[in-house]
């Protein structure tokens, strides 16, 4: 279980540190999760914050999200922070994409098409093609509709995943299939080794948990939820709005010294 704390707090608890590296998701981290993905937009404040903070030279930024690299290009137009979308299969430089894994992946155009098959005239469903992942959003689903699709998702598509040696994962109403190497663990590894700093990893969902892991004994990981459950991470905040102000903190902590 983790620590829950205020942003005013959690922020006193980083004051010694002189460097930090502030590692990020996007949805239910910087913006509150919305009905539909496309819903979830940040604001001029937000953007301007995150901006403050990446041209600051004691103090490094990364966004590492599941989001789709194009997505997370048209939403974060931040110079100074890095971004990794897709698990950690690809990484933005302005409109720049870098895929890190071999395109197509094997087995997820038959995913996305069985997704879609089984949704065909079904309320509240999304397929979203992500590149190396596909995911199936649900939230405005009926759960009896849901439990069905995922059941019938799970029987269908169980051979292809097995044959192509994709990973399942399940996260905040949505079930995603991926490249095996799209990762997050993975990715917010490298980024430790590339940038200096004192890691503090922010995470909302079950996926974040191997980007806790990842800073465990070498950081700080920092679950986002309203309720404590299970988690690699060893602090809590309430909300994305709580990261926000935890964020300003800092800044203004460090533009004063």
């Known amino acids: 279980m983790a620590r829950y704390v205020t942003a005013e707090t959690s922020a006193s608890l980083l004051s010694g540190r002189s460097r930090l590296f502030f590692i990020l998701d996007y949805d239910g981290v910087l913006v509150e999760i919305a009905p539909t993905p496309d819903m979830a937009v940040p604001d001029s404040r937000l953007l301007s914050l995150?901006?403050?903070?990446?041209?600051?030279?004691?103090?490094?930024?990364?966004?590492?999200?599941?989001?789709?690299?194009?997505?997370?290009?048209?939403?974060?137009?931040?110079?100074?922070?890095?971004?990794?979308?897709?698990?950690?299969?690809?990484?933005?430089?302005?409109?720049?994409?870098?895929?890190?894994?071999?395109?197509?992946?094997?087995?997820?155009?038959?995913?996305?098409?069985l997704a879609r098959w089984l949704t065909a005239g079904r309320r509240g469903f999304l397929v979203e093609e992500k590149g190396a992942a596909v995911a199936l959003h649900y939230r405005l689903a009926e759960p009896a509709e849901a439990a069905y699709v995922l059941r019938e998702l799970a029987a269908h598509a169980a051979q292809v995943i097995g044959a192509?040696?994709?990973?399942?994962?399940?996260?905040?109403?949505?079930?995603?299939?991926?490249?095996?190497?799209?990762?997050?663990?993975?990715?917010?590894?490298?980024?430790?080794?590339?940038?200096?700093?004192?890691?503090?990893?922010f995470g909302d969902d079950y996926t974040d948990e191997e980007a806790f892991q990842a800073v465990s004994g070498q950081g700080t990981g920092v679950l986002v939820a309203r309720a404590d459950r299970s988690t690699m991470a060893?602090?809590?905040?309430?909300?994305?709005?709580?990261?926000?102000?935890?964020?300003?903190?800092?800044?203004?902590?460090?533009?004063?010294?």
């Open 234 to 257: 060893g602090y809590r905040l309430s909300s994305p709005r709580e990261v926000r102000r935890f964020l300003e903190l800092v800044t203004e902590r460090k533009e004063s010294t």
């Open 50 to 113: 995150l901006a403050r903070l990446g041209q600051r030279e004691d103090t490094t930024v990364a966004v590492v999200s599941g989001r789709a690299p194009e997505d997370l290009a048209r939403l974060l137009p931040v110079p100074g922070i890095s971004i990794i979308g897709c698990h950690g299969a690809a990484e933005v430089c302005g409109k720049e994409i870098t895929w890190l894994v071999d395109l197509p992946v094997p087995g997820l155009s038959d995913i996305a098409a």
């Open 164 to 201: 192509c040696g994709l990973e399942v994962m399940a996260g905040r109403r949505v079930l995603e299939v991926r490249h095996p190497r799209a990762s997050k663990g993975a990715a917010v590894t490298e980024l430790v080794a590339r940038f200096p700093g004192w890691p503090v990893c």
